[in-house]
């Protein structure tokens, strides 16, 4: 089941990073669906589909959920372990610099800035020197969508790039690079975000400065209604000047 552009949004991804492709190619290849995709006319239209009920609704609700690190992610398209398509809504304030852990993910991601600015930091570990910050092992709870945190010490990072992406922008990541983002706009930023799902790391890394953490953070997915509605308020706003 689906409309117009959900058909063609799942056909893109199908076509572009089903298969196996280096990660070099794969970055390559989701940074330009993200570009293509996340054009504002071409989002809109997608996410006014989704919110009349094409795709899976019910599904990607149960997938859909405010983040710890400040932001609300909106599942688009599930591809199943071969890519997830979702729309982030950043809240000025809200994960702001130094609050939101440093981390990597599970699988190579590319993103588009549809509105706002969205500022980025990349890090490496050091042996000594550079940030001092605890290092936990992020994975998910069998059973349930929460995110269980397992310390395992102590570590040192050095800040390698900083980065800044206005509307239009693109990027893309490997999965273990470490890196943190924030809204940098005094209004919301809106990201097209795809994790391409491919060689799916079993945990992330995360790095925080902030004290210590709880062991489980449960995730609240969306009902329908609350995702629609969302998806309705996140249209709105990209059709306001």
Request: negative net charge.
């Amino acid at each position: 089941m689906g409309g117009r552009q959900v058909l063609a949004a799942r056909r893109l991804l199908a076509e572009s990073l089903d298969g196996e492709l280096p990660e070099h190619e794969r970055l390559l290849a989701a940074r330009s669906v993200v570009a293509e995709l996340g054009s504002c006319d071409r989002l809109l239209e997608l996410m006014a589909e989704l919110a009349a009920g094409e795709g899976d609704p019910h599904g990607c609700a149960r997938l859909s959920y405010r983040h710890v690190l400040g932001f609300d992610k909106l599942l688009l398209i599930d591809g199943g372990p071969h890519h997830m398509l979702r729309a982030h809504l950043w809240h000025p304030g809200r994960g702001a610099i130094g609050k939101e852990d440093i981390h990597n993910h599970r699988s190579p991601l590319a993103s588009s800035v549809v509105r706002g600015r969205l500022a980025m930091e990349l890090y490496a570990p050091r042996g000594d020197g550079g940030i001092e910050a605890d290092r936990y092992e992020e994975s998910l709870a069998d059973g349930s969508a929460d995110w269980l945190l397992e310390p395992t010490g102590p570590a040192r990072l050095h800040l390698t790039q900083v980065a800044e992406y206005a509307a239009g922008s693109t990027y893309a990541l490997p999965a273990h690079t470490l890196h943190r983002a924030w809204c940098s706009a005094t209004e919301p930023t809106v990201t097209l975000f795809l994790e391409t799902g491919n060689g799916r790391r079993q945990h992330t890394d995360v790095f925080t400065a902030a004290g210590p953490r709880p062991g489980t953070v449960p995730k609240v997915p969306l009902d329908v209604d609350d995702y629609v509605s969302e998806l309705d308020a996140l249209a709105e706003l990209l059709r306001s000047p």
